[in-house]
């Protein structure tokens, strides 16, 4: 992958070739290439509906109806695409109070969501409450930092995954940030949390090295960045090996463009996360060359209103 400097510029004019349709492909004269499209999102923490009309900051912005329009809109357009979410899916509005996340993740599988992770206000319900609503989720859920052993979600998730789109072969995985002091003890019970460096450079060596992924993301409910050394994406970032892409939730993080760290062998880690609420959802449009592996040709924060998803 590239450096900072030449990631941006690349996504920049990648973004503006690719919205008018002329990619150079003539660039990769004698290769094979497979474009793959990520969408992602994090922390919609139950906003099923847009924003009210009142004068707020969002006001219209959000909501389900609106977001999988324009899912529906892009998989017309993209013959790969993969959907992502990186936790707290549930708690923030009346629906989640009154249907415990059920609507939430009918919302997800109906938009055929590929996987998510898990944030500490899944276990807003606890661990039972979780579990509960897995039946209506036709996505994986991943987490590989916590142990589930002796609870209702004992066996109900997984550490990794790997979906093949076309010829590629992406590896995905989970880690959830600790969950002491964030969510209540009888919430999560008997819930084991790993230390989620050693655990994301196990994992990400097992897909990428022996598993032979193309590609290896992961989704992180550990947050963006902190003032003290508090386990985050950046850290992880520059902490990992093996690692491409990190997909972030928790702190609720606006990046308008992803962040490019290098991580402990000097290669590139490419961070992203887009808010919370729904406002956004994030894109990415990597093209895999059979030569020089992937490239980031194009990142996007689309806003997610009625004019967005009409488009």
């Known amino acids: 992958m590239q450096d900072r400097r030449s990631f941006i510029k690349k996504a920049t004019i990648g973004g503006g070739l690719l919205l008018a349709g002329g990619f150079p492909f003539e660039s990769f ?3 094979r290439i497979q474009k793959l499209t990520i969408l992602h999102t994090n922390d919609v923490h139950s906003r ?4 009210p009309m009142d004068g707020g900051k969002y006001e219209g912005q959000g909501g389900a109806a609106a977001r999988a329009a324009l899912i529906s809109q892009i998989r017309k357009e993209e013959e790969h695409v993969l959907l992502l979410d990186a936790g707290d899916i549930f708690q923030g509005t009346p629906y989640f109070n009154m249907y415990k996340g059920e609507p939430e993740i009918k919302a997800m599988s109906m938009m055929r969501y590929d996987a998510c992770t898990m944030g500490n206000h899944d276990f807003d319900a606890g661990v039972e409450g979780f579990a509960k609503q897995l039946p209506n989720a036709n996505f994986q859920v991943l987490i590989a930092n916590y142990d589930f ?6 066996g109900q998730t997984q550490p990794y995954t790997i979906i093949e789109k076309g ?22 019970g ?3 949390y790993l230390d989620p460096i050693p655990v994301a450079n196990a994992t990400a060596e097992l897909l990428k090295r022996r598993k032979n992924c193309d590609m290896v993301i992961c989704l992180s409910h550990l947050g963006y960045e902190y003032q003290n050394n508090k386990v985050s994406d950046v850290i992880l970032g ?8 990190i997909l972030g939730g928790h702190t609720h993080t606006f990046l308008d463009h992803p962040t490019v760290v290098r991580d402990k062998n000097g290669a590139e880690v490419t961070i992203n996360q887009v808010g ?7 894109r990415l449009d990597y093209f895999f060359s059979s030569k020089n592996g992937s490239e980031l040709s194009n990142s996007q924060s689309v806003i997610i209103n009625k004019e967005t998803s009409a488009k």
Do not use: C
């Open 29 to 31: 004269a004698g290769e």
């Open 48 to 51: 099923l509906e847009p924003f």
């Open 149 to 154: 052993t002796g609870t209702a979600l004992e």
């Open 167 to 188: 010829k590629l072969r992406i590896g995905i995985f989970g880690l959830g940030i600790e969950l002491q002091g964030l969510v209540s003890p009888n919430a999560f």
């Open 190 to 192: 008997l819930t084991k």
């Open 238 to 245: 520059k902490e990992s090996t093996n690692i491409d892409l």
């Open 276 to 282: 919370w609420a729904g406002v956004r959802m994030g």
